[in-house]
Nanobody, 120 residues
C-alpha cells in the first residue's frame, strides 16, 4: 500500500508564507510526476503546480512567481513553498503522485488534504 501524508497547512495573514510537505511511503519502486492541487469551497479541484522526477515544473497562472514546487527524491517528498499569500489562496491543498509499485503497476495517489486559510 502507498500513503501520501501532507503537513504544513494552517492560518496565515495575507502576504505571509507557508510551506507544505508531502511524504510518500509504502511499497514504492519509483515516483514519477508529483504535484499539488487545491479545492476551495464550492469550487472544483484545480492544479496548483507539478514537478517531474528530474525537476521540471509547471504552475497555474494564478500562483506563478509566488509559489515554488520542489522535491527530494531520496525522501520521496514534495514541497510547496507559498509566498505572498492572498485570501483567494484559501483552500484544501492535496498532494498527488504517480507511483510505480510493481513492474506493470503505475497508479495515481492522493493525500488526505491540508487546509490553508489566508485571512487577517
Amino acid at each position: 500500500q502507498v500513503q501520501l501524508v501532507e503537513s504544513g497547512g494552517g492560518l496565515v495573514q495575507p502576504g505571509g508564507s507557508l510551506r507544505l510537505s508531502c511524504a510518500a511511503s509504502g511499497s514504492i519502486l519509483s515516483i514519477h510526476d508529483m504535484g499539488w492541487y487545491r479545492q476551495a469551497p464550492g469550487k472544483q479541484r484545480e492544479l496548483v503546480a507539478t514537478i517531474t522526477r528530474i525537476g521540471n515544473s509547471n504552475y497555474a497562472d494564478s500562483v506563478k512567481g509566488r509559489f515554488t514546487i520542489s522535491r527530494d527524491n531520496a525522501k520521496n517528498t514534495v514541497y510547496l513553498q507559498m509566498n505572498s499569500l492572498k485570501p483567494e489562496d484559501t483552500a484544501v491543498y492535496y498532494c498527488n503522485a504517480v507511483i510505480q509499485t510493481g513492474r506493470f503497476a503505475l497508479s495515481q495517489y492522493w493525500g488526505q488534504g491540508t487546509q490553508v486559510t489566508v485571512s487577517s
